[in-house]
Nanobody, 122 residues
Framework: QVQLVESGGGLVQAGDSLRLSCVASRRTFMGWFRQAPGKEREFVAAISWDGGSTYYADSVKGRFTISRDNSKNTAYLQMNSLKPEDTAVYYC???????????????????WGQGTQVTVSS
């Protein structure tokens, strides 16, 4: 069993930055997903067990950075140059495997956090 707790969401203006955090109860492969109203939950970014591999959705590449601090079992999502279309509830997710080729798939992850709201105004 893995517990995940996200934090760091908020209301910002377009062009601003936010950093989300996800504290896990143990070390896992971790991903970030987001869900906007009326839309399906979509992949944002993922990071391998050791932090050596990172993956991004095309829509956030170059603006978002995923990282982790294994001494704290924490993953971060640094979000820069935010746009109104980034508005969503952001969820972190955990997979007990050290690596996976299906990092973009929701059903790849066994555990989910409660979500944190990010709202970007224009």
């Amino acid at each position: 069993q893995v517990q995940l707790v996200e934090s760091g969401g908020g209301l910002v203006q377009a062009g601003d930055s936010l950093r989300l955090s996800c504290v896990a109860s143990r070390r896992t492969f971790m991903g970030w997903f987001r869900q906007a109203p009326g839309k399906e939950r979509e992949f944002v970014a993922a990071i391998s067990w050791d932090g050596g591999s990172t993956y991004y959705a095309d829509s956030v590449k170059g603006r978002f950075t995923i990282s982790r601090d294994n001494s704290k079992n924490t993953a971060y999502l640094q979000m820069n140059s935010l746009k109104p279309e980034d508005t969503a509830v952001y969820y972190c997710a955990a997979d007990l495997r050290q690596s996976t080729s299906r990092y973009f798939a929701r059903d790849n992850y066994n555990y989910w956090g409660q979500g944190t709201q990010v709202t970007v105004s224009s």
